[in-house]
């Protein structure tokens, strides 16, 4: 027999990497992409909901932004059939004096000042933990400071997610557009991660959902003894807690254009890498079974392209090699461009080649990320 080249090695390996990530666009990603959503625009408000955020500093944009909470479509007999919570949390700013002020002017604005901290419990989980004890309703929609709701009808989308069997109600939460390469990538990461944990979660594989637009139910809370079993973490009160609680039966997800809640991007790239690197050190904690997927996706798409580099040099079948990756690129571009239509991120169709490239140097320069420890403030 004669021995196996280093040619046939390489393209064999393409093979394999190229089919695990067909796999994905497939199986998982593809539910997304033809997903179809119901018009829940005129869903009449069903169960009371509390809306909570956690302020630490935050009177700029709670000026800006609560109203726009507050006045959400949202009525039950001609009366708000909501709460809108804000837990300020140690704020040194006028905080305190903005929120009684426009308690007088918003019966349904409740408001809970913390004055202390927990110790050893870092992060946003002690005040996010303390506004769920105080919430007044078993439904709790989830969002932060700085969020803006996309129109007046994000309460009622979100909570049309709820029923009987779904306890668990995925958002969508982009950032703001700008011009510049930088807000394109933060966009783009944004889009692709919100691509993954809602087609897994179309899949029945639910693994994350994201604080700035998540709701679920006081039960799940209290039945999993809230954050305790993560409390040592910075971050995690979003996607650690939906890793536990999350069945394949439990959640549903929204993704209305007008259910998105919109946030300000990092203005510099210092800025979101550490914001990413917060994020992400939390996903060796998941369940090991969504850390073999989501490890092995990331995996393959490094092998795939490393293989296709080395096709270059290894040449003899860099012909097949080339045809091979081309079909790859034209099953996931028809996919991301389906998906991110479905997030009204449709100009970001145009630079899903140069952006898969930048992913796979993306995931490499982030993956200390998931071994060393993260900071202890949520700030």
């Given at each position: 027999?004669?021995?196996?080249?280093?040619d046939?090695?390489?393209?064999?390996?393409?093979?394999?990497?190229?089919?695990?990530?067909?796999?994905?666009?497939?199986?998982?990603?593809?539910?997304?992409?033809?997903?179809?959503?119901?018009?829940?625009?005129?869903?009449?408000?069903?169960?009371?909901?509390?809306?909570?955020?956690?302020?630490?500093?935050?009177?700029?944009?709670?000026?800006?932004?609560?109203?726009?909470?507050?006045?959400?479509?949202?009525?039950?007999?001609?009366?708000?059939?909501?709460?809108?919570?804000?837990?300020?949390?140690?704020?040194?700013?006028?905080?305190?004096?903005?929120?009684?002020?426009?308690?007088?002017?918003?019966?349904?604005?409740?408001?809970?000042?913390?004055?202390?901290?927990?110790?050893?419990?870092?992060?946003?989980?002690?005040?996010?933990?303390?506004?769920?004890?105080?919430?007044?309703?078993?439904h709790?929609l989830?969002?932060?400071?700085?969020?803006?709701?996309?129109?007046?009808?994000?309460?009622?989308?979100?909570?049309?997610?709820?029923?009987?069997?779904?306890?668990?109600?995925?958002?969508?939460?982009?950032?703001?557009?700008?011009?510049?390469?930088?807000?394109?990538q933060i966009?783009?990461?944004?889009a692709?991660?919100?691509?993954?944990?809602l087609?897994?979660?179309?899949?029945?594989?639910?693994?994350?959902?994201?604080?700035?637009?998540?709701?679920?139910?006081?039960?799940?809370?209290?039945?999993?003894?809230?954050?305790?079993?993560?409390?040592?973490?910075?971050?995690?009160?979003?996607?650690?807690?939906?890793?536990?609680?999350?069945?394949a039966?439990?959640?549903?997800?929204?993704?209305?254009p007008?259910?998105?809640?919109?946030?300000?991007?990092?203005?510099?790239?210092?800025?979101?890498?550490?914001?990413?690197?917060?994020?992400?050190?939390?996903?060796?904690?998941?369940?090991?079974?969504?850390?073999?997927?989501?490890?092995?996706?990331?995996?393959?798409?490094?092998?795939?392209?490393?293989?296709?580099?080395?096709?270059?040099?290894?040449?003899?079948?860099?012909?097949?090699?080339?045809?091979?990756?081309?079909f790859?690129?034209?099953?996931?571009?028809?996919?991301?461009?389906?998906?991110?239509?479905?997030?009204?991120?449709?100009?970001?169709?145009?630079?899903?080649?140069?952006?898969?490239?930048?992913?796979?140097?993306?995931?490499?320069?982030?993956?200390?990320?998931?071994?060393?420890?993260?900071?202890?403030?949520?700030?």
């Amino acid at each position: 027999m004669p021995p196996i080249s280093i040619d046939f090695i390489v393209f064999c390996l393409l093979t394999f990497f190229v089919l695990i990530q067909l796999g994905y666009f497939g199986f998982i990603f593809s539910r997304l992409a033809f997903y179809k959503p119901k018009d829940n625009l005129d869903a009449s408000p069903q169960v009371a909901v509390s809306i909570i955020v956690c302020a630490f500093n935050e009177e700029a944009n709670l000026l800006k932004n609560l109203p726009l909470l507050l006045d959400q479509q949202y009525l039950k007999n001609g009366k708000p059939n909501f709460e809108v919570l804000v837990v300020n949390h140690n704020s040194q700013d006028d905080t305190f004096y903005l929120l009684n002020r426009m308690k007088e002017q918003y019966p349904h604005l409740s408001v809970l000042h913390l004055t202390q901290d927990a110790k050893l419990i870092p992060g946003k989980k002690f005040p996010l933990s303390m506004g769920i004890k105080q919430a007044a309703n078993e439904h709790m929609l989830l969002t932060d400071a700085d969020c803006i709701p996309a129109s007046d009808k994000w309460l009622s989308l979100m909570a049309a997610g709820f029923s009987d069997t779904k306890k668990i109600v995925l958002g969508y939460s982009p950032y703001v557009e700008y011009s510049g390469s930088l807000n394109r990538q933060i966009r783009f990461e944004t889009a692709h991660s919100a691509m993954q944990y809602l087609s897994y979660a179309l899949a029945g594989l639910t693994y994350m959902g994201v604080g700035r637009n998540l709701a679920y139910v006081k039960t799940l809370f209290n039945q999993n003894k809230g954050f305790s079993s993560h409390n040592q973490i910075t971050s995690g009160d979003d996607d650690l807690f939906i890793n536990q609680i999350a069945t394949a039966k439990n959640t549903s997800i929204v993704i209305h254009p007008d259910a998105f809640t919109y946030s300000e991007p990092k203005k510099t790239t210092e800025e979101w890498a550490f914001q990413k690197s917060r994020h992400l050190s939390t996903g060796k904690f998941y369940q090991f079974k969504h850390q073999f997927l989501l490890g092995l996706y990331a995996f393959s798409h490094f092998g795939t392209w490393i293989m296709l580099f080395t096709s270059i040099v290894f040449h003899q079948y860099l012909i097949v090699a080339a045809c091979l990756f081309l079909f790859r690129w034209i099953i996931q571009w028809f996919i991301f461009q389906r998906c991110f239509a479905k997030l009204d991120a449709r100009n970001l169709s145009n630079w899903i080649t140069l952006f898969d490239v930048w992913l796979l140097l993306y995931n490499i320069k982030n993956s200390p990320s998931i071994f060393f420890k993260t900071q202890k403030n949520w700030k």
